[in-house]
Each structure stands twice: as structure tokens, then as C-alpha cells.
T-cell receptor
Framework: GDSVTQMEGPVTLSEEAFLTINCTYT??????LFWYVQYPGEGLQLLLK?????DKGSNKGFEATYRKETTSFHLEKGSVQVSDSAVYFC????????????FGRGTQLTVWP | DGGITQSPKYLFRKEGQNVTLSCEQN?????MYWYRQDPGQGLRLIYY???????QKGDIAEGYSVSREKKESFPLTVTSAQKNPTAFYLC????????????FGPGTRLLVL
């Protein structure tokens, strides 16, 4: 079945460090891929998405490229800030499954000044 | 402002009691979803609804019930049959059709007394 595997956390970085959070998926067909972010005590916010192979999603300095050959959608940011501290979720959706999302377990990121 | 509201922010349940979590959206979205979030487990789908008066079970529907009498409302009842209800509950909505992005409410934290 459809599933998403994310890098285990927590991830702790100093401000201005480079960030990578790995995400791989299993799905038939051509799913859409998403990264959501959750700040403490809040709901999830869409960070970026990609709907087909080789698409790059980007937002707020974060990027992820849809790699079908490696079934991956790794999240990257060149220089993290303290305000980026949050939990990051990778997810996939296939239109044939009534729009439901399959989530990874989430990766906690803490950035120190 | 358009968005999704969930109430209450915190809810306490006594043994044997049913409680209902509210989810309202004014985005005119067709589809609505309920997820449960436990630490380190990501989000798991409880129920979802594509249109008014229709809904489907997700992966962990046992001990929960829903209704969809109005397009803008999708309340979730946690029944006494749910033996481990302590969790963070998130409601989401999606425009429908080919639009796959889901938008989340702020969540309700349910605690058992």
C-alpha cells in the first residue's frame, strides 16, 4: 500500500546551518507529494508541494524535488533560522484514493541561535 | 477571513462519556477529514467525507463516529468505546475534484480525566 518514510528525528542544528530531511515513498502510479510544517500546539500548514516527476516545490527558502527514480522528496534549506524550529511532515496523495493523504511520522527540527 | 475552526482547544473526557469535537470551515470545500496525532506516530486518518451526507471510515475509525449534515461542518464524536482517546485531533478540508492540497484547522487536544 501507499506509505511514506521519513528521516527519524530529532534534528538539532545551529542557526545558518544547512538542513536536509529525507523522505521516501511507496505508491503506485504518480502521486502528488507534500511537505507540511507544524509549529508547537498548532495545526499543519502546507510548506510546499510537487505534483509530477522532476517538479521542484519551494517556499520560504525550503525546496524539495520530486525524484521518481529514487522515489524521494527530500526537504532542504540552505540556512536555517531559529524560527524554523517545528515538526516537518512528508505526505503523499493519489487522486484515486479520494484525496486522502498518507503521512510520514514527522521530523522534529530544533534550531539553536 | 476564510479558514477552518476547531473547538474547543482543550477537551476533557470522563470514563464512559461521549464527547464531540467541532470542525467548521467557510472555504466552501467539498471534502473534510479527521486525523488523530500521537507523539512519534504522525497523523492517522479516522474518517473522511467527500460530500454532504456521505462519509467513509479511515484507518482507525473504531470508537469514533461522524456526521456531515452541512457542507461546512464535520463533527467528530469520540465514544466510550474508544479506550485510548488521549491525543491531538486535527480536522482538514480540501476543495475537491483534482485539488489535492488539504488545509488544516488548529486542532483539539483531548485529555482523559
Amino acid at each position: 500500500g501507499d506509505s511514506v518514510t521519513q528521516m527519524e528525528g530529532p534534528v538539532t542544528l545551529s542557526e545558518e546551518a544547512f538542513l536536509t530531511i529525507n523522505c521516501t515513498y511507496t505508491a503506485t502510479g504518480y502521486p502528488s507529494l507534500f511537505w507540511y510544517v507544524q509549529y508547537p500546539g498548532e495545526g499543519l500548514q502546507l510548506l510546499l508541494k510537487a505534483t509530477k516527476a522532476d517538479d521542484k516545490g519551494s517556499n520560504k527558502g525550503f525546496e524539495a524535488t520530486y525524484r521518481k527514480e529514487t522515489t524521494s522528496f527530500h526537504l532542504e534549506k540552505g540556512s536555517v533560522q531559529v524560527s524554523d524550529s517545528a515538526v516537518y511532515f512528508c505526505a503523499l496523495s493519489r487522486g484515486s484514493t479520494l484525496g486522502r493523504l498518507y503521512f510520514g511520522r514527522g521530523t522534529q527540527l530544533t534550531v539553536w541561535p | 477571513d476564510g479558514g477552518i475552526t476547531q473547538s474547543p482547544k482543550y477537551l476533557f473526557r470522563k470514563e464512559g462519556q461521549n464527547v464531540t469535537l467541532s470542525c467548521e470551515q467557510n472555504l466552501n470545500h467539498d471534502a473534510m477529514y479527521w486525523y488523530r496525532q500521537d507523539p512519534g506516530q504522525g497523523l492517522r486518518l479516522i474518517y473522511y467525507s467527500q460530500i454532504v451526507n456521505d462519509f467513509q471510515k479511515g484507518d482507525i475509525a473504531e470508537g469514533y463516529s461522524v456526521s456531515r449534515e452541512k457542507k461546512e461542518s464535520f463533527p467528530l464524536t469520540v465514544t466510550s468505546a474508544q479506550k485510548n482517546p488521549t491525543a491531538f485531533y486535527l480536522c482538514a478540508s480540501r476543495p475537491g475534484g483534482q485539488q489535492e492540497t488539504q488545509y488544516f484547522g488548529p486542532g483539539t487536544r483531548l485529555l482523559v480525566l
